[in-house]
């Protein structure tokens, strides 16, 4: 029987439901306005009452979450808990809007990129370091605050991380490497150094790096021209070369030919900035007790812990942000149509606040 599509708010004690953001596979985002602080948030909710396997995913999300939030350049998790009716659910900082569409239909300055491939750099390096993949990096899953700071968000997480299993991952192929195109890999580091390089062409080229401008091209052709990964420029004549060798060797088609880790790409990138006689964005890399900490996780089961009150309650230690844009329109080969093998609801928005897409989308590195 099909599910019902009809959008339900649940009642949440201190929030009141605004308006539906979006649907997804197996969740739903509505914008609330929370009482106290007085601020709107995104709250992702489950259809309905699962059974054991949602809720590990859902619980497995807010953890990773939780543990990321207080990193500046992370999509802020503030809680996770159980409505009246069942539904688990959890909520985060709203951002309306991202990247997906403005490098369409605007040219994004080389500064400005520079300074998001920074962030975002810093943002992956502080998952890896505590042994998690974000393994869905593309531009529609950054996010820009009110006062201009991007931030990495979906890092939506099903069975991955908690059975080690990379077979559901729900991944955009225009973003990603040869070697998961082709199925020989599930996700690395490496995978995520492709990932960010990838976005980075994509912000300053208007396209991904493997699409045809003015053409359409079907998943096989997609996929073909990405498994040879024959690097080509930005086409643009502002992008100095030294930033074209950086985009270059983090796809080169060999995993151990690209940067090392993406903190590399990080500080390459900002050796560019220095080149160009600009401002130097500072990196964002978390120290060893940081890492400590945050690699603490609570051994209680899931199925225990999930359903009582909240079991997450963070905000994150960042500079003031305010609200951020995003839409994801994409629909065609470029943006990974018909490429996912399992698909969830993420944090941002369609027309304000849906990121779909991002299932299994972190998986610990200690895994494959």
């Not at 643009?236 to 796809?251: F, K, N, Q």
């Not at 964005?281 to 009150?309: C, F, H, N, S, Y």
Request: glycine share 10%; net charge neutral; aromatic share 4%.
């Amino acid at each position: 029987m099909p599910r019902d599509t009809t959008l339900r708010p649940p009642v949440l004690p201190g929030y009141t439901h605004l308006r539906p953001l979006g649907q997804g596979g197996f969740a739903d985002v509505f914008l609330y306005q929370q009482d106290m602080p007085r601020r709107q948030v995104a709250v992702k909710v489950l259809h309905r009452r699962p059974g054991d396997a949602a809720l590990h995913a859902l619980a497995a999300e807010a953890d990773v979450m939780a543990a990321l939030s207080a990193h500046p350049s992370i999509l802020t998790l503030h809680e996770a808990s159980v409505s009246a009716d069942g539904r688990p659910y959890m909520v985060a900082e709203y951002c309306p809007g991202s990247l997906a569409n403005r490098y369409r239909s605007q040219v994004i300055p080389v500064a400005e990129v520079l300074d998001i491939g920074v962030h975002l750099g810093s943002a992956v390096e502080a998952a890896h370091r505590i042994g998690m993949l974000h393994r869905d990096i593309k531009p529609s899953n950054i996010l820009v605050t009110a006062f201009g700071h991007p931030v990495l968000a979906d890092f939506g997480v099903a069975t991955a991380v908690t059975t080690g299993r990379g077979d559901d991952v729900a991944l955009s192929p225009p973003w990603s490497a040869p070697e998961v195109v082709d199925g020989s890999s599930s996700g690395t580091v490496a995978t995520d150094v492709w990932s960010i390089a990838a976005t980075l062409y994509t912000l300053l080229a208007g396209h991904s790096p493997f699409a045809e401008p003015g053409r359409r091209l079907d998943a096989d052709q997609l996929r073909a021209r990405i498994v040879k990964a024959r690097y080509r420029p930005t086409g643009r004549a502002d992008v100095p070369d030294a930033l074209e060798r950086v985009l270059a060797g983090g796809m080169r088609r060999l995993p151990g030919d690209r940067f090392g880790s993406a903190r590399e790409v990080a500080e390459a990138l900002q050796e560019v900035q220095r080149s160009l006689g600009g401002p130097v964005t500072p990196l964002e890399i978390p120290g060893d007790a940081w890492v400590e900490a945050t690699r603490a996780t609570d051994e209680t089961p899931v199925v225990e812990r999930l359903p009582r009150q909240a079991t997450v309650a963070v905000d994150g230690r960042r500079r003031a942000r305010g609200e951020a844009s995003r839409t994801d329109s994409s629909l065609d080969a470029d943006e990974g149509r018909g490429w996912s093998r399992a698909r969830t609801l993420g944090w941002s928005a369609a027309g304000v606040a849906v990121l779909g897409g991002g299932a299994a989308a972190v998986l610990i590195l200690a895994g494959r």
